[in-house]
């Protein structure tokens, strides 16, 4: 099995920090030439640091203008794409019921979380057709893209848009062979999900516990994901959702007992009969 990307070009969007710069940094060490959209001049400049050799180019990848920019960056230093990873995405905060959300809070939505991937993917088509055969696209949605989520309903249907798109588009581009696939992650340690400032100090064991594999994700988890549908591992996989997710889309309503059991009753947590 080869899982070296000696010789492939992959575009990330948003790998200035979290998932995406995870993502990154497992392709460069494969050997990959990275390419980065990233709207933060900060993190650009983090970026060219980290990775001298590959193409960062500062843009809103919401903005058509600003795609096309990168599509001609990347087309006029490699002339083609191999694997492009759609990671940017953002709850925004807007933590509300659906009759206390503005119009423009919905379009915010959607232009973060699904539009850009409309716009980024048709302009990268024709560099992904010019690599050849055995192209990768991996959209990032969300573990909320597969089950409803109160209070931030908008977030909840763009991700779960994200799953149409990634499948249709499977069939569209199966005769170009380029596949393509979608992450789901579940609560991940970033910029956008400090773990740090969510999870009470004392509390990050009681926490933890919340998920079958004893912990929250770390942007690496995803990387490895990425790394699988980037290369040819997955290359009979395509139009399907990979849950990175500590086994939380499996678990459903169950939680774990203080005695470690399973249980779909509540957990009283504050007596000695706690539900078993
Ligand atoms: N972290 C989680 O718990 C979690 C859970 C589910 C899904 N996700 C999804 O994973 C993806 C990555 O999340 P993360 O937590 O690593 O994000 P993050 O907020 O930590 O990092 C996002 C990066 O994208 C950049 N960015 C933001 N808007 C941009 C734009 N318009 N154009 C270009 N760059 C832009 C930011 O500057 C930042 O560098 C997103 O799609 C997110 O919805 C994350």
Request: aromatic fraction near 6%; hydrophobic fraction near 40%.
């Amino acid at each position: 099995m080869n899982i070296s990307l000696e010789g492939k070009v992959a575009l990330v969007t948003g790998a200035g920090a979290g998932i995406g710069r995870a993502i990154a940094k497992a392709y460069a060490d494969l050997g990959a030439e990275i390419a980065v959209a990233e709207i933060d001049p900060g993190k650009c400049a983090e970026l060219r640091a980290v990775f001298p050799s590959a193409e960062i180019v500062e843009a809103d990848v919401r903005h058509r203008a600003a795609v096309e920019r990168v599509r001609d960056r990347i087309a006029e230093r490699f002339g083609r794409l191999n694997i492009l990873v759609n990671n940017v995405g953002h709850h925004l905060n807007t933590f509300k019921t659906l009759d206390e959300m503005e119009d423009a809070e919905w379009d915010a939505q959607h232009d973060i979380n699904l539009r850009h991937m409309f716009l980024v993917t048709r302009a990268m088509l024709p560099l992904m057709r010019a690599a050849g055969k055995g192209g990768s696209i991996i959209n990032l949605s969300s573990i909320e893209g597969f089950r409803g989520c109160p209070y931030n309903v908008a977030y909840t249907t763009f991700k779960h848009a994200v799953t149409g798109f990634t499948r249709a588009m499977a069939l569209e581009l199966a005769n170009d062979e380029i596949r393509v696939n979608l992450i789901a992650p579940e609560t991940t340690d970033s910029e956008q999900v400090p773990l740090k400032h969510i999870i009470k100090p004392g509390m990050e064991e009681i926490a933890n516990r919340m998920l079958p594999t004893n912990r929250y994700g770390r942007p690496e988890d995803h990387a490895g994901a990425a790394v699988y549908l980037a290369t040819e591992l997955s290359s009979w996989v395509t139009g399907s959702e990979m849950f990175v997710d500590g086994g939380s889309h499996n678990q459903n309503i169950f939680k774990r007992t203080p005695q470690g059991r399973w249980t779909v009753m509540g957990v009283v947590t504050d007596s000695a009969s706690a539900a078993d």
